[in-house]
């Protein structure tokens, strides 16, 4: 009878520790997509504002790209706005590089400035 409960609560241990690790990585991975996407968009804001104040697509372009490196960005102008797209990828469980991932995008769009100090 005694060997029937330690087996029961080995096996209630077992399963919990799976669940337990399971809820971790869900928990990781909502974070990791949440940071991820907080970045994308606060980067793609501030390289699209800068860009269309003093510089251009190309300035916006190489803003990004340093404030945030490994992320593709693409910036384009149509005369009178400037926006600008950064796509990160983002491993969703296990160590960076898995190869379970998902792309977040962070998108701006500034109105260019008639003042600003470079065309």
């Known amino acids: 009878m005694s060997a029937e409960r330690g087996a029961v609560l080995i ?8 669940f337990l690790l399971v809820i ?4 990781l991975m909502i974070g990791r997509l949440s940071v991820a996407s907080t970045e994308a968009a606060e ?6 504002q800068h860009g269309a104040r003093y510089g251009g697509p190309d300035e ?6 340093e404030l945030l490196p490994g992320a593709d960005v693409s910036a384009t ?4 706005t400037l ?3 950064v796509r990160v990828r983002v491993s969703l469980a296990g160590p960076e590089g898995t190869p379970l991932h998902r792309t977040v ?7 260019l400035s008639p003042y600003r100090s470079r065309p």
């Open 11 to 18: 096996g209630t241990l077992a399963v919990g520790f799976v």
């Open 24 to 27: 971790t990585q869900a928990i």
């Open 43 to 48: 980067v793609a804001v501030y390289a699209a």
């Open 60 to 65: 916006a372009a190489m803003l990004a790209r």
């Open 77 to 80: 102008s149509t005369g009178s």
């Open 83 to 85: 926006e600008v797209e």
């Open 105 to 111: 995008t962070g998108r701006a769009v500034a109105s």
